[in-house]
């Protein structure tokens, strides 16, 4: 069967991109292909600072999600494919549509209405449509999206999260930004004053929203299934009431009494409470942590 495809990097797979992904399936339907969604390994400023000379991670924005979130995501609305950036990015425009018609059996490209591809610079839709008509596809420009007169874009996510727009943020994502981490040994603070907490480790390159405190529901791995998904307090930030200087991401989950360390578990953030703040003393932290737990009731 013929491809229906769309391309891009998709950080986040968010309203945005699920709306040009309502595209693909409607396309695919009316054409009678199968829908194909090709991404890439890393992110496209990767490889293109590097080529530029820079080996700074400055050039590299954290993530919305990492590759096996991505692909899970993705996977909701075709096949996925992952392509590696440094491979493809040289080809140009014609040699990248010959891939596709061959490889792939592409017969109709779906680009995003502001993508652009290939190694011999930005073209109008027009010499696209010529060079795609060479090789046997023909190319359709999605619509592009708005959310109450917002264009979602993981740019704009990223920010929102940094500065503590979890509402925002989860609105243009469609669902509630999610964090997957392994718990590690942390100080044990939270168990001295009454309120355990697993220490979280996530990748590297995966964003992290702002400091705060956050209402959360957690996820667990498989040797927890027995478990439901629970809710959470958590903590993000340096612990100033107790000198803390390095950022650590702190998870109490009210009544869990299980072995989590080495395990893996998943936030899926649901509000920020408040900005993480010094406290006179830990009896005075005791009384906000106590008031935080509140919310969730």
């Known amino acids: ?14 309203t945005g991109h699920r709306y040009l992904f309502e595209q693909l399936h409607r396309y695919a339907s009316d054409f009678d292909g199968r829908p194909l969604i090709f991404t890439f390994l890393q992110h496209p400023r990767v490889v293109l600072s590097k080529l530029q000379g820079h080996d700074d991670d ?31 990015q040289p080809l140009t425009a014609f040699q990248f549509l010959d891939y596709l018609a061959d490889r792939w059996k592409v017969r109709h490209l779906l680009m995003g209405y502001n993508h652009h591809f290939g190694s011999d610079g930005c073209m109008s839709d027009e010499q696209y449509q010529a060079i795609a008509q060479q090789v046997g596809i023909y190319i359709i420009r999605a ?22 727009d979890l509402s925002e943020a989860n609105r243009l994502l469609g669902y509630q930004y999610m964090l997957t981490g392994r718990v590690v040994h942390g100080r044990m603070i939270g168990r001295q004053i009454g309120f355990p907490t697993a220490n979280i480790v996530p990748a590297t390159d995966k964003l992290i929203p702002a400091a705060g405190v956050y209402k959360a529901v957690v996820d667990f791995d498989s040797e927890h299934s027995s478990d439901q998904s629970k809710q959470a307090l958590v903590n993000i930030g340096t612990n100033p009431t107790v000198g803390n200087t390095n950022q650590t991401i702190e ?34 932290l005791q009384a906000q942590i106590s008031k935080d737990l509140t919310a969730l009731e």
């Open 58 to 88: 400055h050039y590299c924005p954290q993530l919305l999600t990492t590759i096996e979130e991505r692909e899970r995501l993705l996977g909701q609305f075709g096949e996925v494919h992952f392509f590696d950036f440094a491979e493809v």
């Open 251 to 284: 998870v109490h989950i009210p009544g869990f009494a299980g072995d989590l360390y080495n395990q893996s578990i998943t936030l899926h953030f649901i509000d920020r409470l408040r900005e993480e703040r010094r406290f006179a003393s830990l009896t005075d």
């Open 1 to 14: 069967m013929a491809g229906i495809a769309t391309i891009g990097f998709f950080d986040g797979v968010h």
């Open 143 to 164: 619509q592009s999206h708005s959310e109450d007169g917002v264009k979602p874009s993981s740019t704009s996510i990223r920010k929102l999260l940094q500065q503590g």
